[in-house]
């Protein structure tokens, strides 16, 4: 019997007190919509999904059983900082809000979820395995006045048609539990999944918990296409080749059993000229970082003026210069001098302007910075 009906029930709280064993609010965000576990002090603080608005509290859909694993924080605040840094340096004209300390003051904590699907699979199946094997041929070469000959091995692979039936229990396979899932992935990296604990109150703390928007139901076609890609594996080892493909199977699951894994990314924002925020994600585990690094246009035009005054300053002095050289004839030299800088002035004036727009065509696509951090 297929049970793929068997979804976790998902309850809309009104409020709550105390989850998972902890004292936290149900709250949201009515410019995303997302929804978090936060603790009483965050209600009013902005949201750490879009940093456009404000935490407050509201109902949620929400599982009552607490996560199965999490992945712990491993970056502290020091080492964080530090990331914060080496990420804004590189970004020469900034906008105002684009600072060190604003960042670092702004740095939330923040668990995201997946859900993990233990399943029971069986099934018939087919497939092509492919099994290496090599060819010997020779290769002629002409060096040294003379024709020379040597051995070369090449790998091929024989594709044979196998079927079989295969039946597994599968535990903690992966599949999405946000709509935002796949951006927090590219943004992130990956995580090493062999850390991941049981579930510890003590590792939430301070954090914000954010929770799941897609539920198990809408999840389970990327749970299913995960179990398939570990059948595949399974009859390939079966079939004990090196290689599979085309690979069918018409499963049945059963003893589907849904929980959560918590995973851990640090989230601050800064806002540019028009006040806009940009968000800044940095891997809690591993200190890969992505963000959009933006420079600010107004302060460009705004070196570029303090340049093009003092290329006028500098303009006025060679004048001044050049109508005293009747008095004291070494004044010329110190014309000439002042008509140099006032050239250099005005074409400096021109970079201030043209940097931040060719610096901001670059951050099109959000830069990712990996730190190799103990």
């Known amino acids: 019997m297929?049970?793929?009906?068997?979804?976790?029930?998902?309850?809309?709280?009104?409020?709550?007190?105390?989850?998972?064993?902890?004292?936290?609010?149900?709250?949201?965000?009515?410019?995303?919509?997302?929804?978090?576990?936060?603790?009483?002090?965050?209600?009013?603080?902005?949201?750490?999904?879009?940093?456009?608005?404000?935490?407050?509290?509201?109902p949620a859909r929400l599982r009552a059983e607490p996560p199965e694993l999490l992945i712990p924080f491993r970056k502290n605040r020091q080492e964080i900082?530090?990331?914060?840094?080496?990420?804004?340096?590189?970004?020469?004209?900034?906008?105002?809000?684009?600072?060190?300390?604003?960042?670092?003051?702004?740095?939330?904590?923040?668990?995201?979820?997946?859900?993990?699907?233990?399943?029971?699979?069986?099934?018939?199946?087919?497939?092509?395995?492919?099994?290496?094997?090599?060819?010997?041929?020779?290769?002629?070469?002409?060096?040294?006045?003379?024709?020379?000959?040597?051995?070369?091995?090449?790998?091929?692979?024989?594709?044979?048609?196998?079927?079989?039936?295969?039946?597994?229990?599968?535990?903690?396979?992966?599949?999405?539990?946000?709509?935002?899932?796949?951006?927090?992935?590219?943004?992130?990296?990956?995580?090493?999944?062999?850390?991941?604990?049981?579930?510890?109150?003590?590792?939430?703390?301070?954090?914000?918990?954010?929770?799941?928007?897609?539920?198990?139901?809408n999840s389970w076609p990327q749970a299913q296409a995960q179990l398939e890609m570990h059948a595949a594996a399974d009859c390939q080892q079966a079939a004990e080749g090196q290689h599979i493909r085309n690979f069918q199977i018409n499963p049945t699951y059963s003893s589907l059993n849904w929980t959560q894994q918590l995973q851990p990314m640090y989230v601050s924002y800064y806002k540019d000229d028009e006040g806009q925020p940009h968000l800044v994600w940095i891997n809690g585990q591993s200190g890969v970082i992505a963000g959009k690094r933006l420079a600010s246009q107004k302060a460009g035009w705004k070196w570029a003026g303090i340049l093009a005054g003092m290329a006028i300053v500098f303009f006025l002095l060679s004048l001044g210069s050049f109508a005293a050289i009747a008095l004291l004839p070494l004044l010329s030299l110190a014309g000439i001098l002042f008509i140099i800088l006032a050239f250099g002035s005005a074409l400096a004036s021109i970079f201030p302007v043209v940097w931040p727009w060719q610096w901001n065509r670059q951050q099109a696509e959000q830069k990712i910075v990996t730190h190799d951090h103990a």
């Open 2 to 58: 297929n049970e793929t009906a068997q979804f976790p029930q998902v309850q809309i709280a009104e409020s709550v007190e105390s989850v998972w064993g902890v004292s936290l609010k149900i709250a949201g965000c009515l410019k995303c919509g997302q929804a978090f576990l936060v603790e009483v002090s965050r209600l009013g603080q902005y949201c750490p999904h879009c940093a456009q608005g404000i935490l407050q509290t509201q």
């Open 81 to 217: 900082g530090a990331i914060l840094e080496k990420f804004i340096q590189p970004v020469w004209l900034r906008p105002s809000d684009f600072t060190f300390d604003n960042l670092v003051q702004r740095v939330t904590p923040v668990y995201w979820p997946m859900c993990l699907v233990d399943a029971h699979l069986k099934g018939d199946w087919r497939a092509e395995v492919g099994y290496d094997y090599q060819v010997k041929s020779s290769q002629e070469s002409y060096s040294a006045g003379g024709w020379h000959s040597r051995d070369v091995l090449e790998t091929r692979v024989r594709w044979e048609p196998r079927l079989g039936y295969l039946e597994r229990h599968y535990d903690n396979v992966v599949s999405p539990a946000l709509n935002a899932h796949s951006a927090l992935t590219r943004n992130l990296g990956s995580y090493h999944q062999q850390e991941a604990i049981p579930y510890q109150v003590e590792q939430i703390t301070h954090a914000v918990l954010q929770i799941p928007d897609l539920q198990p139901e």
